[in-house]
Nanobody, 124 residues
Framework: VQLQASGGGLVQAGGSLRLSCAAS????????MGWFRQAPGKEREFVAS????????YYADSAKGRFTISRDSAKNTVYLQMNSLKPEDTAVYYC??????????????????WGKGTQVTVSS
């Protein structure tokens, strides 16, 4: 399975970005999908996750109310809509897949597949 993240870039504080993660190699219909991020000098942290049916989602406190995770199973793609971006959101964002539900996709040790990251930079 390959996960390809895209949609990162440079945006001013208060702006929006939508990240996409396309999966190839197999259908991820039984996998929870998640987004993590890693800022310079910091550990990778959980951002948001979604179950394979899209019925359940989890968000980190830092993402609640500003970010929305969604998925299109027909396209084998997961999205992260990020609004009201802050400079502290600056990081490399990684998509991930875990066998199981949205909880599994929120725990690094449960992740089965990681994608390459996409850089998000928020200027003040």
């Amino acid at each position: 399975v390959q996960l390809q993240a895209s949609g990162g870039g440079l945006v001013q504080a208060g702006g929006s970005l939508r990240l996409s993660c396309a999966a190839s190699g197999r259908t991820l219909s039984s996998y929870g999908m998640g987004w993590f991020r890693q800022a310079p000098g910091k550990e990778r942290e959980f951002v948001a996750s979604i179950s394979w049916s899209a019925a359940n989602t989890y968000y980190a406190d830092s993402a609640k109310g500003r970010f929305t995770i969604s998925r299109d199973s027909a396209k084998n793609t997961v999205y992260l809509q990020m609004n009201s971006l802050k400079p502290e959101d600056t990081a490399v964002y990684y998509c991930a897949a875990a066998k199981g539900g949205s909880f599994d996709a929120s725990v690094s040790s449960h992740i089965d597949y990681w994608g390459k990251g996409t850089q998000v930079t928020v200027s003040s």
